[in-house]
């Protein structure tokens, strides 16, 4: 045991002395932190330190009148039972069931679609729906904006042109579907090219053996290609539950434009942002952070664990 | 990049040319507390150099007028974001110790934030008490809080009504000069043309709190720690009722200043009036350039006929932080620019001065205005800040109040809610807010 794992530290045991269990873990566990040194200053920098100045914040409540005092939880009961927060937690699960599939739907049709080596001009198609992620989310959900617009935007200009009144996408029942259509616009190419490249790794051979046992496209689809881009299908979902619970830049872009359509509130970011930046109210806002970052974590680990079982 | 990052990185590198000398100076005529205006003009003759935070374009020429009558002083005029986004920077600074500017812009409405968490420097060591008499009423007050002066104005919004005398004239529609009329020229105007609205809005709080101002509500009343917010009174109900009328005859447009849409609105002559501070003079001619000759300034619409009752809408102050290093400097320039020689300079400029003198002076009033079609603008103007309305508080913590505006009294424009509901839930939220922070307060 000495001789398989002291080589790889360098050191020998001093001759003749009994090479006593903890003596040997000590010497072994310096070498290790040798190398591991600079990867772990790095990730507690980088990594642990703003998780821990943030649940460190979230101890705290500071007041303009009476200053910082130590608060324990209290920051968190509060958010439990804060209904501004809850409503913006559920927009947003409400907008993860709804969009993600569709988003992700559509994605593996257009990947299926590109695959399959029917459709003529597969270069242009592949950039083109590609593109859109390639434009700035800000600039996307500015370029949305004005098409929204019922008076000067495109909007507007069908309902002069053909003399009709469509409902104002920007209204407050509305404004979260119009949202969902910009970031279904904007990721779509994104998870087009994640499942593309996956089916593109798939065996030629399967194909070619599907095709001697007469299995038609639909059975190649379901029997071969679906199974084999699983966890393709799984990242792509865990991107998108993230991504859907820290929707920030289009509600906060399209804020100015649609001011009493989308609260302060709308989305848990957007409640963390206005609580910390016109609020001054740092350690609540950090609270909301943390709360929203642990419900992430679970809903996505949920996510990963039913994807992997199923593939097992 | 700006002109204004070049700018001071070339006053950084003059800093350094100057060596030691200058810092040690610097660091000589420091002081915590205010001075008197004796050290401040031992500051200027000694030089050194302060930061002022500012979005104000005029106040670029002020400083180098003010550096070129000074040798050996540096103005550094820093934009660091407008309203809300300087004051977020501004908060973090004077939190974080280290970074403050020496002298900061701060509109009326968020100088009482300010004020109230000792972040600014009293004024009245430096002779800033003696100064009343020399800005009108409005502005004064938004000043001076409990016994001190927290920061000087620099401009006003006396409000008046800036309307499109092509769209008015077109549709034989006369100037109101009641609320009661604007609403009767609102219907004309958009029977006439549907396509035409008196004015937009999308729920604007600064609009709403001057408009309440001006109808002699006080919802606001602050006295230190405790505050005071109701929303029931008189003055405050008689704004809803009428402006509920506006809403739910889809009198307004639903257009959000400031926005594309608005100045598209403002050009084309689609929106045909604003009620508005004096500053949006300066900002017609040089973002509506296309509209010139169609827009003319009336009084502000009175309540009740015959009054002349008006309220302030924005309107800037400088302020210098508790925590500037250079405080000496920092009045020197400060008082140069909102009551010295700097003023004549702004308003030259364009901006709509807070100094009586100015407003006075015939050759501002009898100014003609090719853009408004030859009227002397500043006469109507000037009448208004004269009779702005006494007794108006914000609260200390407007700034925020102002951003949770839209998530209540906003519903009015969207759904069913009224404007009395809404400013009723505007005041809970307000109220929790407050108590949050640590304020007594009632309603």
């Known amino acids: ?312 | 990049m700006s002109p204004i990052t070049r700018r001071s990185r070339r006053a950084t590198a003059a800093i350094a040319a100057t060596g030691a000398l200058a810092l040690v100076l610097t660091a000589c005529s420091s002081g915590s507390g205010g001075g008197s205006a004796d050290d401040a003009e031992s500051a200027v003759e000694e030089g050194g150099t302060i930061t002022v935070w500012a979005w104000d374009p005029t106040l670029e020429s002020v400083a180098a007028d003010f550096e070129e009558a000074n040798p050996g002083v540096e103005v550094d005029i820093v934009n660091a974001g407008t309203g809300n986004d300087q004051y977020t920077a501004l908060q973090n600074a004077i939190a974080a110790g280290s970074g403050v500017p020496d002298v900061a812009q701060i509109e009326f409405y968020a100088l009482p934030q300010f004020a109230l968490s000792e972040a600014l420097t009293d004024l009245s060591s430096y002779g800033a008490d003696e100064l009343d008499g020399t800005f009108t009423p409005g502005p004064w007050d938004a000043v001076t809080q409990g016994d001190g002066v927290w920061a000087l104005p620099t401009d006003s919004g006396p409000m008046a009504l800036f309307y499109n005398k092509r769209v008015f004239d077109e549709h034989g529609i006369a100037v109101p000069t009641t609320w009661d009329e604007y609403v009767e020229a609102a219907r004309a105007l958009h029977a006439a043309d549907p396509g035409t609205y008196i004015t937009n809005d999308t729920g604007d709080a600064g609009f709403t709190t001057s408009i309440i101002w001006q109808s002699g509500g006080r919802p606001y009343q602050v006295d230190g720690t405790d505050v005071t917010i109701d929303f029931s009174d008189e003055g405050t109900q008689r704004f809803a009722t009428t402006w509920q009328q506006m809403l739910d005859e889809d009198l307004v447009a639903p257009v959000t200043s400031w926005s594309d849409e608005w100045y598209q609105g403002l050009a084309d002559g689609s929106i045909a009036s604003l009620v508005i501070g004096a500053w949006m003079r300066g900002n017609l001619e040089t973002s509506v350039e296309s509209a010139s000759g169609d827009w003319a300034v009336a009084p502000m619409p009175q309540w009740e006929a015959g009054e002349q009752v008006t309220s302030e809408n924005g309107g800037s102050s400088l302020a210098i932080p508790a925590a500037s290093e250079n405080q000496d400097l920092a009045w020197a320039f400060l008082e140069y620019a909102t009551a010295g020689d700097g003023i004549a300079t702004r308003v030259a400029e364009g901006a709509f001065p807070a100094t009586v003198a100015e407003l006075e002076a015939d050759d501002f009033t009898q100014q003609e205005f090719e853009y408004f079609g030859g009227q002397k603008v500043n006469e109507v103007l000037a009448e208004s800040a004269a009779n702005v309305a006494e007794g108006w508080t914000y609260l200390p913590f407007q700034v925020y109040a102002n951003s949770i505006f839209n998530d209540t009294v906003g519903k009015a424009y969207v759904s069913g809610t009224t404007l009395t509901d809404g400013l009723s839930a505007w005041q809970d939220a307000s109220v929790t807010y407050g108590k949050d922070q640590g304020f007594t307060v009632s309603e």
């Not at chain 1, 507690?44 to 821990?52: D, Q, T």
């Not at chain 1, 459709?119 to 904006?145: E, N």
Request: charged letters at 10%.
């Open chain 1, 1 to 312: 045991m000495t001789t398989t794992s002291l080589p790889v530290a360098g050191h020998k045991p001093p001759v003749g002395a009994p090479s006593s269990p903890p003596a040997r873990r000590r010497r072994r566990s310096w070498a290790g932190w040798g190398f591991v040194g600079p990867f772990m200053a790095v990730f507690a920098l980088v990594f642990l330190a703003p998780i821990a100045y943030s649940i460190y914040l979230s101890l705290f409540r500071t007041q303009m009148v009476g200053g910082t005092r130590f608060v324990g939880l209290e920051n968190y009961g509060r958010a439990f039972s804060d209904p501004q927060f809850w409503e913006a937690l559920g927009r947003v699960a409400l907008f993860l069931v709804v969009q993600v599939p569709i988003m992700l739907g559509i994605a593996l049709l257009v990947a299926l679609a590109l695959d399959s080596g029917r459709l003529y001009g597969k270069a242009f198609f592949r950039i083109s729906i590609f593109l859109p992620y390639a434009v700035p989310a800000v600039v996307a959900t500015l370029m949305w904006g004005f098409m929204y617009g019922t008076r000067f935007g495109l909007v507007g200009n069908i309902n002069d042109a053909f003399g009709i009144s469509l409902p104002n996408p920007l209204s407050p029942d509305l404004v979260l579907a119009s949202i969902g259509n910009i970031v279904t616009w904007e990721f779509v190419g994104y998870n087009m090219l994640i499942f593309y490249s996956a089916l593109r790794v798939i065996p030629t051979s399967l194909y070619e053996a599907a095709e001697l046992d007469g299995a038609g496209q639909w059975r190649v689809i379901t029997a071969i290609k679906l199974p084999a881009i699983r966890g393709a299908l799984v990242i792509a979902t865990i991107f998108s539950i993230i991504g859907s619970f820290q929707l920030f830049n289009e509600p906060s872009i399209l804020q100015a434009l649609a001011p009493n359509a989308i609260t302060t509130y709308f989305t848990p970011n957007l409640y963390a942002y206005s609580l910390s930046f016109s609020g001054q109210q740092y350690n609540y806002s950090a609270t909301v952070a943390i709360i929203m970052g642990v419900v992430t974590m679970i809903v996505a680990y949920v996510v990963q664990l039913r994807g992997m079982r199923k593939e097992a």
